[in-house]
Every structure is written in structure tokens, then in C-alpha cells.
């Protein structure tokens, strides 16, 4: 059963920037073929939850949400932990952001990654707050 925790969140002001981490445990890409499609999402208060972005572990490919606009950038630190890299912070980003995997083979990888209902496994959520 893998397990997903989530950490770097915090209050920062706006334009600033911010790291957030995943790491999966109880996950080894060398006993499968498949590997996991990590993705983050975040939820605000009173909105729907939404997409940020997503990676398949092992792959080059990244997925983003239109409205990341090239402020954020996911990418793969360890066998089985991502970062994802926040600059230029809004006030629209403040919200709960989550970390998902899903254990997918090498020609599905992220397909449909913004499907929040596709993935097996959530961390508790790491909360991210855009002040002045």
C-alpha cells in the first residue's frame, strides 16, 4: 500500500515562491513495470477541487494546469519523491494541495492526470497561503 506525505507548505506573500515535497513509501519501480503517475491538486475553500500538475516517475513528460502559465514545475528527486516548485505566487493559490499517485504502465503514464477521481492513493494535504 503506498503511502504519499506531503510537506514544504506555509504562509509566504505574494510573488514569493515555495517548494512543496511528496514522498511515496512503501513504492519500488524495480519490482514492477508499472510506475506511478504523481500528480498534485490543490482545493480552496468553496471550490471545486483542481489539478495542478503531474509526472510519471521514470518518464520526462509534465503535465501542468493552464493556469500554472509556467510559474510551477514538477519534477522527479528520487526514485520516489517529487517536488513541486512554486514561483510567482498569487493569492489565487492559496489553498490545501495534494499529493496523488496511481500506479500506471509505461504507455498509459499521466494520461487524463487532471481526473482527480483515477488515483488510488492522497496524501493529508499540505496547506500553501498567499498574503501582501
Known amino acids: 500500500q503506498v503511502q504519499l506525505m506531503e510537506s514544504g507548505g506555509e504562509s509566504v506573500q505574494h510573488g514569493g515562491s515555495l517548494r512543496l515535497t511528496c514522498e511515496a513509501s512503501?513504492?519500488?519501480?524495480?519490482?514492477?513495470?508499472?510506475?506511478?503517475?504523481m500528480a498534485w491538486f490543490r482545493q480552496a475553500p468553496g471550490k471545486a477541487r483542481e489539478g495542478v500538475a503531474a509526472l510519471y516517475l521514470g518518464g520526462s513528460s509534465q503535465y501542468y494546469g493552464d493556469f500554472v502559465k509556467g510559474r510551477f514545475i514538477i519534477s522527479q528527486e528520487a526514485e520516489n519523491k517529487v517536488y513541486l516548485q512554486m514561483n510567482g505566487l498569487e493569492y489565487e493559490d492559496t489553498a490545501m494541495y495534494y499529493c496523488a499517485a496511481v500506479l500506471r504502465g509505461p504507455f498509459e503514464r499521466c494520461g487524463s492526470w487532471y481526473i482527480g477521481g483515477q488515483y488510488s492513493y492522497w496524501g493529508q494535504g499540505t496547506q500553501v497561503t498567499v498574503s501582501s
Open positions: 512503501q513504492y519500488s519501480s524495480r519490482t514492477s513495470d508499472q510506475k506511478l503517475c
